[in-house]
């Protein structure tokens, strides 16, 4: 009963490795305003000291 349990584990594991790795590949063609970067400016004053 156990080695039941384990071997379903293991399976469940493979595949929502796979279903991982599938929406890492695919995902972006089919929602790519959830892949895409924040686009704004950001801009910081840098002070050097001449020491």
Known sequence: MI???IK???AVA???GV???VYA???PVLFP????APAQT???DV???AD
């Open 3 to 5: 080695w039941k349990l």
């Open 42 to 44: 950001v801009t910081q």
């Open 8 to 10: 379903l584990l293991v």
């Open 47 to 49: 002070t050097l000291n």
């Open 25 to 27: 590949y695919v995902g």
């Open 33 to 36: 305003s959830d892949f895409a």
């Open 19 to 21: 279903g991982l790795v």
């Open 14 to 16: 493979i595949l929502g």
